[in-house]
């Protein structure tokens, strides 16, 4: 596979392909600014669309277990739901059983599928793609994420992209940056820290205007099996 080395991509906000990485000014500093940064985030390309960049200090094994997703962008099952766990376990063929649970109203439910590492060409660690029994292969109707939920995408590459691995925290995207999850070892993490790292999905290019807060509030008993 012959894959475009990183590019830098400028986009406008509503595509949510690219935000700006920029410092925080001085608290000394009166000179207001004359230019505005560009919207640039950074990306890799197949010749069909766009992936984010994966971060090169995941590490699997370390990943594995059970994570709450505290924020990110609702789409399928997820949507209005509640206590959104993944856990991750490896298979002896080293490819990721993946689980999802959640909880909608009084009712619990959850899917399990496979994730597979995607092709070296995307990045040596933290690229994946995850596939469900439900649902075809990514590309055709498969499940584009960790979290459960089916969208349609014609890309062939990876459907979940660790941006950002932090051992207690984890930004995931998938391509097109089309779906957003922020996970946390922590099932209520402060306001602060969920903020933080939205902030810093922001940085890495998912759309502020779509993220949501996820209720992991009242979840005792709801998680892997």
Same mark, same amino acid.
């Given at each position: 596979m012959r894959l475009t080395? +990183?590019?830098? +991509?400028? *986009?406008?906000? *509503? +595509?949510?392909?690219? &935000?700006?990485?920029?410092t925080s000014p001085s608290c000394n500093d009166t000179t207001a600014p004359t230019t505005t940064?560009?919207?640039?985030?950074? =990306?890799?390309?197949?010749? &069909?669309?766009?992936?984010?960049?994966?971060?090169?200090?995941?590490?699997? &094994?370390?990943?594995?277990?059970?994570w709450y997703q505290v924020a990110g962008?609702?789409?399928?099952?997820?949507a209005g739901a509640r206590c959104v766990t993944a856990n991750y376990q490896l298979f002896d063929n080293n490819t990721v059983r993946v689980e999802n649970i959640a909880a909608a109203g009084p009712s619990t439910f959850s899917i399990v599928?496979?994730?597979?590492?995607?092709?070296? =060409?995307?990045? +040596?660690?933290?690229?994946? %793609?995850?596939?469900?029994?439900? *649902?075809?292969?990514?590309?055709?109707?498969?499940?584009?994420?960790g979290s459960g939920g089916a969208e349609e995408d014609d890309c062939p590459g990876p459907n979940y992209i660790v941006q950002d691995y932090? @051992?207690?925290?984890? @930004?995931?995207?998938?391509?097109?940056?089309?779906?957003?999850? @922020?996970?946390?070892?922590?099932? %209520?993490?402060?306001? %602060?820290s969920i903020q933080a790292w939205i902030d810093r999905a922001v940085e890495?290019?998912?759309?502020?205007?779509?993220?949501?807060?996820?209720?992991q509030t009242g979840c005792e008993g709801i998680g892997p099996m």
């Open positions: 080395t +990183t590019v830098l +991509t400028l *986009a406008s906000t *509503a +595509t949510a392909l690219a &935000h700006p990485r920029s940064s560009p919207p640039v985030t950074a =990306a890799q390309y197949d010749g &069909h669309c766009f992936y984010p960049v994966p971060d090169p200090k995941f590490n699997l &094994h370390n990943y594995l277990g059970t962008t609702p789409f399928g099952p997820t599928g496979t994730g597979t590492a995607a092709d070296m =060409a995307y990045g +040596t660690a933290g690229v994946f %793609e995850v596939n469900f029994p439900s *649902a075809g292969p990514p590309g055709q109707g498969g499940l584009t994420s932090a @051992i207690d925290w984890a @930004i995931v995207q998938t391509q097109r940056w089309n779906t957003l999850y @922020i996970l946390s070892r922590v099932r %209520e993490p402060s306001a %602060e890495f290019g998912s759309n502020r205007t779509m993220i949501q807060l996820y209720n």
